[in-house]
């Protein structure tokens, strides 16, 4: 069984920055190298929705048109973390973080997001 544990999470004005980090862990001698990464949100009253992915090979990264260009995945095998580099932060990024794990999982233009381990969230406040 593999942990997921989000963190990074805060209030920020709009405009500004935050690097929320996914750390990974399993039995003795998990490594991160063969595990795909999503991130979906959840804002107030809203679905949950993909903000994007990356592929086990870390080959493939997609994002969602209403972060292109503002987000960035990216995922540290060695340290067992994926993260999520936001910046221009707008209001409509409030919410709910997550970051979700598949073995070998994929990540393709507008395939769902099928992921088998789930972190608890973090949260996103953008607010002036």
């Known amino acids: 069984q593999l942990q997921v544990v989000e963190s990074g999470g805060g209030l920020v004005e709009p405009g500004g920055s935050l690097r929320l980090s996914c750390s990974v862990s399993g039995d003795s001698g998990f490594t991160l190298d063969d595990y795909g990464i999503g991130w979906l949100r959840q804002g107030p009253g809203k679905e949950r929705e993909g903000v994007g992915c990356?592929?086990?090979?870390?080959?493939?990264?997609i994002y969602e048109d209403s972060v292109m260009g503002r987000f960035t995945i990216s995922k540290d095998n060695a340290n067992n973390t994926a993260y999520l580099q936001m910046s221009s932060l707008k209001f409509d990024d409030t919410g709910v973080y997550f970051c979700?794990?598949?073995?070998?999982?994929?990540?393709?233009?507008?395939?769902?997001?099928?992921?088998?381990?789930w972190g608890q969230g973090t949260q996103v406040t953008v607010s002036s």
């Open positions: 979700a794990v598949r073995h070998f999982g994929r990540c393709l233009h507008g395939a769902p997001y099928e992921y088998d381990h």
């Open positions: 990356i592929s086990w090979s870390g080959v493939n990264i």
